[in-house]
C-alpha cells in the first residue's frame, strides 16, 4: 500500500466514524437516557431546563413534559438569627398589658409571655 493510499484509508475511517458517532448519539443514545425520566425531579436532575413559572415545570428534548408537585413539598422554615430553626412564633404580638403602678409591659421569650411588671 502506498503512503496516500494509507492516509485515504485512516482520514476516511475517522470521518465515517464520527459520522457514525453523531447519528448513533442523536437517534439512539439520547433518546434510551430520556426514556428513564418519569418525574420532575428525575428531569431537573437530568439537566433539563426548569421554566420560570408557578409550579415549576420541566421539558425534555422528546416532548415529556413534567410539572413540579407543590402540595407534597412542606415550606422550609426560615432560620433563626443564630442559624438554627425555631419552634416558636418569629415574632410576638404587639399588644400591652398595664400593670398596677401605671406603667405597660410587652410579650417576650419563646412564648409570647408578658414581661414582669416593675413592682412585682
Known amino acids: ?3 496516500r493510499t494509507l492516509l485515504l484509508l485512516v482520514v476516511s475511517l475517522v470521518f465515517g466514524g464520527a459520522v457514525g458517532y453523531f447519528l448513533g448519539y442523536d437517534h439512539g443514545f439520547e433518546r434510551t437516557k430520556q426514556a428513564n425520566i418519569s418525574s420532575f425531579a428525575e428531569c431537573a436532575a437530568a439537566g433539563y431546563p426548569i421554566m420560570e ?3 415549576e ?8 413534559h413534567f410539572v413540579r408537585d407543590v402540595t407534597s413539598e412542606p415550606e422550609p422554615a426560615a432560620p433563626h ?3 438554627l430553626y425555631p ?3 418569629a415574632a410576638c404580638p ?3 398589658k398595664m400593670c398596677s403602678d ?3 409591659v410587652g410579650r417576650t421569650g419563646p412564648h409570647c409571655e408578658f414581661s414582669p411588671c416593675p413592682s412585682e
Open 94 to 96: 404587639a399588644d400591652a
Open 87 to 89: 419552634e416558636e412564633p
Open 1 to 3: 500500500m502506498t503512503y
Open 81 to 83: 438569627q443564630d442559624g
Open 53 to 55: 413559572s408557578y409550579p
Open 102 to 104: 401605671g406603667t405597660a
Open 57 to 64: 415545570q420541566c421539558l425534555t428534548p422528546d416532548g415529556k
